[in-house]
């Protein structure tokens, strides 16, 4: 398969693999370094009374990671999701397991998503400083994704990638949304974005660690109008905002108090040589789709 788009820009590599310096120091009992005797003890019961339950009561074909996918690491992630409420976590990943069973994120047909890679509307390609990948999204490409399922799977499926890409010790992802150009009219269908953030939310907690708000603009006061409903607290404080070096000063977006605010560098967050030169970083990386699935779907 070939994908192309319709201006083509110099190739590049992008960037899958955390350098050294960004991957963490992961003591010997990693996760269970930081629980005290009580959420032990909820883990415990968690995975050797109510984990075999949850298996014995779902149906389908089991997928060839399911086992690898509910580790005490991800385990961990669900009962710190639910504040370390067992029935609510055991109801929470009784629901997750059955709709990867169901929907096989992992075995997604790629020939399906080829249009929507080459849109370039989302990619992955960097580490924040602490070690998590970037997924660079850019709305003004959102209205060429014509199948909104087809649109939704793609971000899942970088999803997935993302979490392969993790180093040992990281479990979340950093989201980079570039606003430049975005518009009413250019931008992802709200039925899209609240499609992705619902499933987001609900099959993949903690996954998301800041999603950063670069250049904003008054289209992101309507977004965030559409989007803030289906956000839980913790979520809206994870959004930052950045203007770009020149636009210093100038902020078109008014921060809600409920999120993290204003912030006056990305380089707060990601290293230079980790960010692409449209973000003021030093990484010359330029998105050619063919050499980008190409490395993508090897990851």
């Known amino acids: ?71 005490d690491e991800i385990l961990v992630m669900f009962l710190k999701a639910t504040k370390w409420d067992l029935a609510a976590s055991v109801t929470r990943l009784t629901t997750t397991m059955q709709w990867r069973r169901d929907f096989r994120p992992t075995e997604l047909d790629t020939t399906s998503m080829d249009p929507n890679c080459a849109i370039g509307s989302q990619i992955l390609h960097g ?17 060429k994704h014509k199948d909104g399922d087809a649109s939704v799977k793609y971000s899942l499926y970088l999803i997935e990638k993302a979490i392969k890409m993790m180093p040992k010790g990281v479990t979340q992802i950093l989201v980079l949304t570039d606003f430049t150009g975005s518009t009413l009219f250019n931008g992802f269908p709200p039925s899209v974005s609240i499609k992705f953030m619902n499933l987001l939310a609900t099959h ?37 905002f950045i203007s770009g070096k020149e636009a210093a ?33 030093d990484s010359n990386y330029d998105f050619v789709p063919q050499a980008y699935w190409d490395a993508l779907v090897k990851v």
């Open 249 to 281: 000063g100038k902020k078109e977006y008014s921060a809600s108090p409920e999120t993290g605010g204003w912030f006056s560098s990305l380089q707060e967050f990601v290293d230079a040589d980790q960010l692409m030169e449209d973000f003021g970083g």
């Open 127 to 143: 580490f924040d400083r602490m070690g998590r990948p970037i997924m660079c999204s850019y709305p003004r490409l959102g209205s």
């Open 204 to 240: 993949y907690p903690e996954r998301l660690g800041k999603m950063i708000n670069y250049k904003p603009s008054w289209y992101l006061s309507f977004l965030f109008s559409v989007l803030g409903p289906f956000m839980d607290p913790d979520t809206k404080k994870k959004l930052v």
């Open 1 to 71: 398969m070939v994908l192309s788009v319709a201006n083509p820009v110099k190739s590049g590599e992008p960037r899958f693999v955390a350098p050294t310096h960004l991957k963490p120091s992961v003591p010997a009992d990693y996760p269970l370094q930081s629980l005290d005797h009580d959420q032990l003890q909820t883990l415990s019961l968690f995975k050797g009374t109510h984990l075999p339950q949850i298996k014995a009561s779902l149906t389908g074909v089991p997928l060839g990671n399911e086992d690898e996918w509910v580790n």
